[in-house]
């Protein structure tokens, strides 16, 4: 029998270096010329461990089992010792004997890490061979040895496939906060799409993304416009035909590995989806929220792709997150849409009276509701003398706004009657909070612009514990019109109220405002009253609404009070 070296090339990546020199140690033991670590497989043998094969046979590391003696120590699970194969006749025709010249043969079983027979440990000589009793202890030793490398094989494989997948579920952890993040300052619908298609394609690699929801109106499924995908983004009818409407109907997540795995699925929708692009692999995922299926995610990729089980779990939980957001969104639109519509309700709308302008401003708090306890009011009264109010109920929420509509209502009555000081119509609230029980506890500002018969106008005021009206002088100059306000409304209906009254010249300005412009949680009233005064003083004479909307880019998105402004100004 020729030999050759254990480094000859190894094309299957079988030898193992290890188990090579378990081979090159029974040789010397027991002075043959071939020896192998075995492992018998259902439809061949290799060998991981092998030195002295012939060339062939050597680089290829197997042989089919029409060669092999090692799988009868397999299944047999005992030590098989052969002088002459040539004499055995289960053994003489066995391609072993010709084509690799065994003819003494003695094999040990080679047991895995699961206790279980897996091959042999084997000594071969091309000439007949008693083998003793110390031969076959030495190869039982050494069978032993190459069973102790293969436990510590499998317990390094194990090891390593713990690693792995715990880098994985450190990965897959690491990107879904990324995408969490992402979605957690997302506030609309458009916002939720755009912060998905980014998120998706830094975590996922996807091309392109598509949050489609139900249309109850054509019940299709409309896909939400987002960042890059410019104007109407199209809609797919509901039903099976289409990708996301079929995983919106079913329930199931719709996985297509390229283009031609989806145009086999769904043959009649053309295109699968209004991609703009080319479609190479996709999936698309259901958003259930509070057991509804509000709409789909779809995750688009240009190339093909395999989705296994982790990727699966991976993107499942975006559909998760992102049917979240989208829950958050729909809630969000719908709250502001009521708040919208009973803030316009409440607030009403500015009169136009001869030589006045006016302007208004609302903007509730950051931290709540979309309307809550402040508010503004200005109408002409029964002298036709303009009043302008601005008030504060505690709160700022739905029940602060109906307690303010309540007392807005019921001061609008009371500062009605024409030719009394704003101090009665305080006073008249005072009793009828006080009468009616109501609980309410409010600063109010009531203001009245009367206009004499020679042209010259007069503010007159009452203040209930609100801060104090701004009067910018026609030079710019500002004077707060702190007078000693009165008790809150609701505190005490018997204390008497006061009126204070100021001559207004052409191009005057009076600015009432609420304490949430003023006051921040590192600047006490004063100090914020100060800093209005000069933005007022600075203002450069435009129109009455670009003055609030300045006065108010400090404010907006930061503070957590609602925020109610009302200015007026005389006409040159």
Request: aromatic content about 4%; hydrophobic content about 45%; charged content about 20%.
């Amino acid at each position: 029998m020729s030999s050759a070296d254990a480094g000859t090339d190894d094309p299957r990546g079988i030898a193992d270096a290890d188990l090579d020199r378990l081979s090159a140690l029974v040789r010397t033991l027991l002075d043959v010329p071939t020896a192998l670590v075995t492992l018998v497989r259902p439809d061949e043998q290799v060998f991981p461990g092998a030195v002295g094969l012939p060339p062939e046979w050597q680089a290829l590391r197997s042989t089919p089992l029409s060669h092999s003696f090692c799988q009868y120590v397999r299944s047999t699970a005992r030590p098989l010792v052969v002088r002459d194969a040539r004499e055995v006749e289960v053994l003489s025709a066995n391609g072993a004997v010709e084509d690799l010249g065994v003819v003494a043969y003695c094999g040990v079983p080679l047991v895995g890490p699961d206790g279980d027979v897996v091959g042999a440990v084997c000594a071969i000589d091309s000439r007949p061979r008693d083998w003793t009793d110390t031969d076959l202890a030495a190869l039982t030793q050494v069978a032993g040895l190459a069973a102790t490398e293969l436990r510590l094989r499998a317990l390094t494989s194990e090891a390593e496939a713990a690693r792995r997948a715990a880098e994985r579920a450190g990965e897959q952890t690491r990107l879904l906060l990324r995408f969490a993040d992402t979605l957690a300052d997302a506030v609309t619908l458009a916002d939720v799409a755009a912060a998905v298609s980014t998120a998706a394609a830094e975590v996922l690699g996807t091309s392109w993304t598509c949050l489609a929801l139900v249309d109850p109106a054509t019940r299709r499924l409309r896909l939400v416009p987002s960042a890059g995908h410019a104007g109407d983004a199209g809609s797919v009818p509901l039903g099976t035909e289409h990708p996301p409407s079929a995983a919106l109907t079913t329930g199931r997540a719709v996985f297509l590995t390229d283009a031609a795995a989806t145009a086999e699925r769904f043959p009649s929708a053309r295109p699968p989806l209004p991609v703009p692009g080319r479609i190479g692999a996709s999936a698309h995922l259901p958003l259930p929220v509070a057991g509804s299926l509000p709409g789909t995610l779809s995750l688009v990729w240009d190339a093909p792709r395999t989705f296994g089980a982790v990727e699966q779990g991976l993107v499942l939980a975006l559909a998760r997150y992102t049917a979240q957001a989208v829950a958050r969104a729909v809630l969000l639109a719908r709250q502001e849409s009521v708040a919208t519509t009973l803030r316009r309700a409440l607030l009403g709308e500015l009169p136009d009276p001869p030589g006045l302008d006016l302007a208004a401003r609302y903007l509730p708090s950051s931290a709540g509701a979309q309307v809550g306890g402040d508010w503004w009011d200005a109408f002409d009264d029964s002298d036709g003398a303009t009043v302008l109010v601005i008030g504060d109920v505690t709160g700022h929420d739905v029940a602060a706004a109906a307690t303010m509509g309540q007392l807005r209502s019921m001061l609008r009555g009371f500062a009605f009657e024409g030719g009394e000081p704003p101090a009665v119509a305080l006073d008249r609230l005072d009793a009828a909070v006080a009468g009616l029980r109501t609980g309410a506890l409010a600063t109010a500002l009531v203001t009245r612009v009367d206009r004499a018969e020679d042209g010259r106008r007069t503010l007159s005021w009452s203040n209930a514990g609100h801060p104090p009206p701004l009067l910018r002088h026609p030079d710019g100059r500002v004077e707060v019109l702190a007078s000693r306000p009165d008790l809150l409304v609701g505190l005490d209906p018997a204390r008497q109220r006061h009126t204070h009254s100021v001559a207004l010249e052409p191009r005057s300005t009076v600015l009432l405002y609420t304490d949430g412009l003023v006051e921040r949680r590192r600047t006490d009233l004063d100090e914020g009253i100060a800093q209005l005064t000069a933005s007022l003083a600075a203002d450069d004479g435009g129109s009455l609404d670009d003055l609030l909307d300045r006065l108010l880019e400090g404010v907006r998105g930061s503070t957590d009070d609602d925020v109610a402004l009302l200015a007026v100004r005389v006409r040159p």
